[in-house]
């Protein structure tokens, strides 16, 4: 075999390879953010955006809050892989874990992870010690940033969409029932003081 075909079957196998590294460069890998420090700190009760999404934990629950975390930036970030959350409680930090594995009390959609923790009730239904957030880090299929506490579902909050607390209706209740009694008895006075006029 001539040097020249040596050549060329050299530089065709060299180009192959190159091409075969092209094509097997992997996707994103992992990486590992933390959340936005701006909502360390914060209580599920004490928190601003405060919605029950049935999609994401449900709610409200007595005795139980919900956390749901998010993504700001799905594009660039992917998804969750894995949620690990630092809680302070009354008996000291609690460290607990989103994964991808179905449970009862948590899960990941997605760009989206939620779970249900103690509200830190008394039995008379007191607020006592809840739960905040210490710190928290995510493993994410995408690239670097942060992540967020995206919104709470606290403990006795009415579910997104007009559902209201047991205060809530009782207060209602009672005001309406008071409304129709004093309708009823204005309606009663009326007519008298009608009859009374033609009389008169």
Known sequence: MTLSVLARLGGAAATAAVLGLGLATPAWADTTIH????????????FPVQRCDPALGGGPFAGEDVWVF??????????????????ATEGGPVTETITTAPARDRAIVGDR??????????PSGE??????????S?????????F?????????LPVTGGGLSLRE???????????????VAFARRRPAAGR???TA
């Open 127 to 136: 607020l006592v010690n809840p739960f905040s957030i210490i710190n928290a």
């Open 70 to 87: 998010a993504l700001p930036r799905p594009q660039e970030q992917g998804e969750f892989r894995s949620v690990t959350i630092q809680f």
């Open 148 to 156: 967020d506490l995206a919104q709470t579902c606290p403990a006795g």
């Open 138 to 146: 995510a493993v994410v299929t995408g690239t670097d940033g942060t």
């Open 196 to 198: 009374h006029r033609r």
């Open 35 to 46: 959340i936005d420090q701006a909502d360390v700190g914060k209580t599920a009760a004490a």
């Open 113 to 122: 992870a939620w779970i249900r923790t103690s509200a830190g009730l008394a």
């Open 169 to 183: 209706t009782t207060g209602i209740g009672g005001a309406l029932a008071l409304t129709g009694l004093l309708l």
